[in-house]
């Protein structure tokens, strides 16, 4: 199957420090979601993105499919940026059948 | 947009009880349902999905089964819980028809399941 790889795997910032998530791929996909989990476990969706580039106010992603590598840009980080933050892709060739995920990258942002 | 209701939030039940989560979809029609499970640590796991009523697919041998007895109505069972099926439980939907048009998976609130 389709294997996800997280880069870094923890990660400690300083309050207003910018930041760089990087996940790779090993297959071609339709979807790529960024995920934020939460202190209560639930997961916020943060981009669909299998393709491009997209932003949502300090956040921003791209994706360069041929390539196999989606980037996730944190800028001017908060203490509520903290958290787990998840890639997760689904193959093309399981169009449907399942999200994979990544092992995910540990952010703590200090104050 | 869709959202996922999931209950309960959280579950202690003894080794050997039976179990039951329920997740039920609202906003969407015809959606594939899925059950993740996400131990200590970080990785998610997924252990069932399903693309229509009466139709789960299994992901891996284990203590647990799925149910999907209506279009947006998944049920994660269990006859006898073991130790092990500890963890946290997520159900997600995604390709649903109706509303708005959205091509990713969404997720529920999730179960925290701890078995003693």
């Known amino acids: 199957g389709i294997q996800v790889e997280q880069s870094p795997p923890d990660l400690i910032l300083q309050e207003g420090a910018n930041s760089t998530l990087r996940c790779n791929f090993s297959?071609?996909?339709?979807?790529l979601q960024w995920f934020h989990q939460n202190p209560w476990g639930q997961l916020i969706n943060l981009f669909y993105?299998?393709?491009g580039t997209k932003q949502n106010g300090r956040l921003s992603a791209t994706t360069v499919a041929t390539e196999r590598y989606s980037l996730l840009y944190i800028s001017s980080s908060q203490t509520t940026d903290s958290g787990v933050y998840f890639c997760?892709?689904?193959?093309?060739?399981?169009?449907?059948?399942?999200?994979?995920f990544g092992e995910g990258t540990q952010l703590t942002v200090n104050p | 947009s869709q959202t996922i209701h999931q209950w309960p939030a959280t579950l202690v039940q003894p080794v050997g009880s039976p179990l039951s989560l329920e997740c039920t979809v609202e906003g969407t029609s015809n959606p594939n349902l899925y059950w993740y499970r996400q131990a200590a640590g970080r990785g998610l796991q997924l252990l069932f999905y399903s693309v229509g009523i009466g139709q789960i697919s299994s992901e891996v041998p284990q203590n647990l089964s799925a149910s999907r007895p209506q279009d947006r109505q998944f049920i994660l069972s269990s006859k006898k819980l073991l130790l092990s099926d500890s963890g946290f439980y997520l159900c997600a939907s995604a390709r649903g028809t109706g509303g708005d048009l959205y091509y990713g998976y969404t997720f529920g609130s999730g179960t925290r399941l701890t078995v003693v």
């Open positions: 993105i299998p393709s």
């Open positions: 997760a892709v689904e193959a093309r060739e399981t169009s449907g059948s399942r999200l994979t």
């Open positions: 297959d071609s996909v339709n979807n």
